[in-house]
């Protein structure tokens, strides 16, 4: 698998400072849409940081037979989560999500892909996602690097960022690069009001707890961390990570279309 990168830094926009993170009126503001692929699955740091801005959350599982909305009018923005699958699964449900997502793209609302997400987001786009050609894996703590694109969005990024993922993408045509990394080399992208992250921001304790226990099998690929190191990563970079999270997230929502933020109110 080849990975390329852009240098075209022209669209973007830094995300706003502090001062975003002052949320409106919440009785003004549509909810976000959630989109989990496990029965178990929550929206984690994610969800967390969405509720202290104020903006409800409205949590579907098309897996299990939620239907996803045919326009994104009533939302401020969409979050797509990871999950177990491939984005290249012949599944029903792994198509038609990556056939929705035309929808906030075309609509201009703010999106969020996340691990899984943010591959079905790449393949929307038209990029390739496959296995490391070496059949590694990024399951623990892992360095990102941003790129010129990545500071001029927000200037915090962390140094080291939680993954569980076996698979990565090429950068999509037309997208800019935020931050690359060394087996997977896009590790996040913008294209218009969308982003993707290959990694996970929105692990909470009790998730790495789950992750480290359920899915241990993944700690045996190549590449993989022990699941100690999990835990001492996360006592030394979660931190910054945590902080980076709830100011990009205060920022990405708030690109949201200004009459959506009031159509909750009339």
């Known amino acids: 698998m080849s990975f390329r990168s852009s240098k075209n830094s022209d669209n973007i926009v830094p995300l706003p400072g502090r001062r975003a993170l ?43 037979g939620d239907p996803l909305p045919e326009t994104l009018d009533r939302h401020a923005g969409a979050v797509v989560f990871g999950g177990p699958m491939s984005a290249n699964d012949p599944d029903d449900y792994v198509r038609r999500e990556i056939d929705w997502i035309e929808i906030p793209l075309r609509e201009r609302r703010p999106f969020l892909g996340i691990c899984l997400g943010a591959q079905m987001l790449a393949k929307q786009l038209g990029a390739q996602v496959a296995p490391h050609h070496e059949g590694r894996v990024e399951v623990g703590y892992y360095p990102i ?9 927000c200037s915090d990024w962390p140094e080291r960022v939680y993954h569980w993922h076996g698979e990565g993408f090429q950068l999509p045509d037309g997208a800019e690069l935020l931050a690359e990394g060394d087996d997977f080399p896009v590790q996040a992208f913008q294209h218009g009001h969308a982003f993707g992250v290959q990694f996970h921001p929105d692990v909470t304790y009790a998730m790495m707890h789950r992750w480290t226990t359920r899915g241990c099998v993944r700690m045996d690929s190549p590449g993989a961390q022990p699941r100690h190191l999990h835990f001492e990563g996360r006592a030394v970079h979660d931190v910054v990570e945590r902080a980076w999270l709830n100011n990009f997230i205060a920022g990405w929502i708030v690109r949201a279309p200004h009459a959506v933020l009031l159509e909750a109110a009339e």
């Open 145 to 153: 690097r941003p790129t010129a694109a990545g500071h001029a969005l």
């Open 22 to 64: 002052v949320a409106p009126d919440a009785a003004s503001l549509s909810p976000v849409l959630i989109v989990l692929h496990q029965d178990s699955s929550t929206p984690g740091r994610v969800g967390n940081a969405l509720r202290a801005l104020g903006y409800p959350l409205d949590i579907r599982r098309p897996r299990f």
